[in-house]
């Protein structure tokens, strides 16, 4: 279980709070106007921002904990991959950030490289990759991560519908085989409907507990309402 208590972020004028738990195993919206705080939170629970109050995994306070060290795998926007290595070697980071890959780590890369739907492709760098295969590469890092916790940022809103949508079930499909629990902020309600049980809806420097999508969909509040009127 993730914990958030008391957990307030500052940043300039900026003040975020939340203070809330998410089951082992939930895949969770993150839901918000623009500027309202989603990436902050994210940031947060990676430990790339001061806070005060506590982030516990599983009941330990990952305070003292630098991000490498926490239980959490991060995708943002742009896939975090680096253009000048190959996709084999950005899904190897995620092993070692040294690249000094023992042999059963590079079979690993070439598994989860297949399990993506990669194989054969390990040697083209990000470039020489359609956007989707590009994000299929950040996929096969969390699978070579092993984290519990992922956090995606707004992973593939450079797709187009059909393939966030294929991207949505793999990487669903990806932290089903990890056990993982999934915060995955979007912009895009039905992605969070078609992916996400719960949804944390932020407005006004809040983020609120995890509500189910569904029934927060079906009766929304009125935050949550004017939003949806203004994206569809
Ligand atoms: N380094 C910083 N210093 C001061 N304020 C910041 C800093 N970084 C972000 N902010 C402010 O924090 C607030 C939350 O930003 P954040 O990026 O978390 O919003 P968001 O909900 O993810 O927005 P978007 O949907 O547009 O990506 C914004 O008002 C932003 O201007």
Redesign the pocket.
Known sequence: MLTLEDLVIA??D?R?GADFSVPRGARVAVV??????????LGAIAGYLRTSGRVLWQGEDLGARAPAQRPVAMVFQDNNLFPHMTAAQNVGLGITPSLRLKDEDAARVTSALARVGLAGMGARKPAALSGGQQSRVAIARLLVQVKPLILLD?PFAALGPALRHEMLDLVGDVAADLGATVLM?T?TIGDAERFAEQLVW?ENGVAQAPAATRALLADPPQGLRDYIGAST
């Open positions: 940043q300039g900026f975020l918000g106007p623009s500027g309202a705080g989603k990436s902050t939170l707004e902020v912009h932020v």
